[in-house]
């Protein structure tokens, strides 16, 4: 899963026909909320609970790709594991494990629409 969402096309600031943007707007739509963990440098953890503010924190380029990517990346593995428990954060959380162990190909564009 994290290699199919790492290599989906999702250039900074750009909403439109942007599938793992669509993805994390799915996950909200599902869970009620995104979370991405980052580093406190980079503005620490990230809680979205409306799709919409999703969207503009992406089009203003105050959530970054590659953070966008890990989010959903940790987010679509809990839901097919049927798992809520469990952090998503960079290094050995258990999502990373999970993406790490994982098998699953999934097309980001297509559960986008």
């Known amino acids: 899963m994290k290699r199919k969402i790492n ?11 942007n599938g793992v943007l669509g993805l994390g707007r799915f996950v909200i739509g ?3 909320k995104f979370q991405v963990d980052r580093d406190a440098r980079w ?3 990230l809680t979205v609970t409306d799709p919409d503010e999703l969207v503009e924190l992406f089009r203003s380029k105050r959530l970054f790709p590659a953070d966008l990517k890990l989010g959903v990346t940790c987010a679509v593995n809990k839901l097919l ?3 809520s428990s469990g952090g998503c954060e960079r290094g050995g959380s258990a999502c990373s494990r ?3 162990g994982g098998r699953i190909a999934l097309s980001a564009s297509r559960l986008a629409s």
Do not use: D, I, L, N
Request: with cysteine.
């Open 7 to 17: 290599k989906a096309f999702c250039p900074e600031g750009v909403v439109e026909g």
């Open 30 to 32: 599902v869970t009620g």
């Open 98 to 100: 999970a993406v790490r």
């Open 81 to 83: 594991e049927g798992s």
């Open 43 to 45: 503005g620490g953890r």
